[in-house]
């Protein structure tokens, strides 16, 4: 079936009133299969005549309604979603929603809520710079792991604040969804070792047909990288790691790589790597685990850790990927050499953040335990309820 589109995408519009987006929708179509909404900025009033209309397109399959709130007032939000989201719920086949850089906040978690939890054929869910939070972060996972007829294959929920406080919430929805769940990618939410170990122990390591797993610019250290060591042999399919500018520690980089050395993860074609402290023997392992356990690896990035560019291992690498031809690493030049007595206190270093890390972050490890049966507990308690 070919795709019917109707767009708005770029314009910039402000639409405040009914009579603002009217002239717009004699173009909405019975067939449409699209909206592209974004870059535009939608109101209470201009948002309801939308969604009168919407919710009869019954062929809707993907709504792309990225940034349209762009100086709309707090309490504008939430009866905006409302009308739209009310709408779209209305559409049996909408399987994909984005909804990045609109900023929800905590006021706009009731209507995320309600829908994240009623809409049942949602597979690809984009929530990328919505200013969440770690409450509202985990409102919206809850929620999620409500809806237990969804069968969610992508979950984007990056630059979102969530924190080790939202993390057991996550775990219950990635534990609802295990079965489907291909593509994760949760960047830049300042969490910490211990949500890092939570989500990978308790939650990720359930998802068997992962594909892609982005925790960029989250904090591992030894810790989080030893959890995401002991996950890996439980995802055959992964195409894609991208753990960048994770700290994933000298040693914790080791164990890791060690981990993918195994050749349970032989799919493996991207891995990003950047700002680790990865030292020459972390380099070491890579490469082994290159030639053991990743046969297809097409593009390494390295830049920013703790080697030097003429390593061995580098040149090793270059010549593996050269054999095999195909493969490539990032422009290394950003690179700082490490030293042995730098090496013994990074070692230090390391024992300190995670016991810091311990002490101040998120639940202790028995007490996350106990959220995700809590989480998971009130997430099926939602779903009786709606059914009934």
């Keep these: 079936m070919t795709a019917s589109v109707f767009s708005l995408e770029g314009k910039g519009i402000k639409f405040n009133t009914a009579s603002d987006i009217e002239p717009f929708l004699k173009d909405l ?13 939608f109101g209470v009033e201009a948002s309801e005549a939308l969604a009168a209309v919407l919710k009869d397109k019954r062929k809707l399959e993907n709504a792309q309604m990225a940034d349209i709130f762009t100086g709309r007032l707090r309490e504008e939000i939430p009866a905006a979603l409302t009308h739209l989201l009310g709408a779209l719920l209305q559409c049996p086949d909408l399987h994909t929603v984005n909804l990045c850089d609109n900023a929800f906040g905590p006021t706009a978690a009731t209507p995320l809520e309600d829908f994240f939890t009623k809409h049942k054929p949602l597979k690809h869910l984009y929530l990328q710079n919505n200013g969440m939070g770690p409450e509202a972060g985990a409102r919206m996972a809850r929620a999620l792991a409500a809806n237990t007829d969804a069968k969610l294959e992508t979950l984007i929920c990056g630059r979102n604040r969530l924190e080790n406080g939202s993390c057991s919430s996550w775990v219950a929805c990635f534990t609802q969804h295990a079965e489907t769940l291909k593509t994760v990618k949760m960047p830049q939410n300042g969490i910490r070792p211990e949500g890092i170990e939570g989500l990978m122990r308790d939650g990720l390591s359930r998802c068997t047909v992962l594909e892609c797993l982005d925790m960029q610019d ?32 000298a040693r914790g980089g ?15 074609e ?3 790597l950047q700002y680790n402290e990865i030292d020459a023997k972390g380099l070491e392992a890579l ?64 024992e300190e953040d995670d016991e810091a890390a311990s002490d101040k972050d998120a639940k202790p490890v028995s007490a996350l335990d106990d959220a995700i049966e809590r989480n998971l507990a009130a997430a099926l308690n939602a779903t009786s309820l709606t059914s009934s």
Excluded: Y
């Design 29 to 41: 179509q019975d067939d449409v299969t699209e909206i592209r909404l974004s870059g535009n900025t």
């Design 218 to 249: 989250n904090t591992f250290t030894q810790r989080g990288s030893a959890a995401l060591a002991a996950a890996l042999p439980k995802w055959p399919s992964l195409r894609e790691l991208a753990v960048g500018d994770c700290l994933l520690s």
């Design 254 to 268: 080791i164990n890791v790589f060690e981990a993918l050395a195994k050749g349970e993860n032989a799919k493996v």
């Design 270 to 272: 991207t891995l990003r």
């Design 287 to 350: 490469v082994l685990a290159a030639k053991q356990g990743l046969p297809v690896v097409a593009l390494v990035e390295l830049n920013g850790n703790k080697f030097a560019e003429e390593d061995g291992s580098i040149e090793q690498l270059q010549a593996l990927f050269e054999e095999r031809g195909v493969g490539e690493l990032d422009e290394l030049d950003d690179l700082e050499e490490d030293s042995d007595e730098e090496d013994e206190a990074a070692d230090v270093d390391e």
